[in-house]
T-cell receptor, first 113, second 115 residues
């Protein structure tokens, strides 16, 4: 079985500060890992994904994430937060032949002026 | 390229009524998913289609929920009868194929309120 843990429900940072959103996964086989962003009243949009190539993955809008097998983690970072980054962020895992995604419960990011 | 289309965007019904949601995936995408997203939670897969066949419906409450994708393109999800706990956003997504690692593209969702 696969699962994702996103600790905490809300992160608040100042504009220009580092963004760090944590994600830990559980999987008995090598996983594919994803970060999605959801703006109010919109669907989910893919930020980045790890598919067993480079462990440091760069995505859209300046976000990146590093796959650490030893820590079973896939934390999302951005060096400098922008007001437009305020949204809900979901980490998800997929394994095996089926492309089924298992999502974490999400983290709401607020950006203070 | 047009995205995943869903309708209606909002629906309010009373408990025990029926409701149906429609999804049109991105052209050429063989795999279609329906997710339920309850407030404060991540999306949960209800059912997954590959063309017009069901791949996974293990988390679909089959006593009240049904879904079909008859021609392998658009899909409908039905709830009959609805319960209060069905209040959620219903997201449709599609991907080019079934393989893990494929990006899923999401529609804007249908927000269902059951009174």
């Amino acid at each position: 079985a696969q699962s994702v843990t996103q600790l905490g429900s809300h992160v608040s940072v100042s504009e220009g500060a580092l963004v760090l959103l944590r994600c830990n996964y559980s999987s008995s086989v090598p996983p594919y890992l994803f970060w999605y962003v959801q703006y109010p009243n919109q669907g989910l949009q893919l930020l980045l994904k790890y598919t067993s190539a480079a462990t440091l993955v760069k995505g859209i809008n300046g976000f990146e994430a590093e796959f650490k097998k030893s820590e079973t983690s896939f934390h999302l970072t951005k060096p400098s937060a922008h007001m437009s980054d305020a949204a809900e962020y979901f980490c998800a895992v997929s394994t095996g032949a089926n492309s089924k995604l298992t999502f974490g419960k999400g983290i709401t990011l607020s950006v203070r002026p | 390229e047009a995205g995943v289309a869903q309708s209606p965007r909002y629906k309010i019904i009373e408990k025990r009524q029926s409701v149906a949601f429609w999804c049109n995936p991105i052209s050429g995408h063989a795999t279609l998913y329906w997710y339920q997203q309850i407030l404060g939670q991540g999306p949960k897969l209800l059912i997954q289609f590959q063309n017009n066949g069901v791949v996974d419906d293990s988390q679909l409450p089959k006593d009240r929920f049904s879904a079909e994708r008859l021609k392998g393109v658009d899909s409908t999800l039905k709830i009959q009868p609805a319960k209060l706990e069905d209040s959620a956003v219903y997201l449709c997504a599609s991907s080019l194929e079934l393989t893990s690692g494929n990006e899923q593209f999401f529609g804007p969702g249908t927000r269902l309120t059951v009174l």
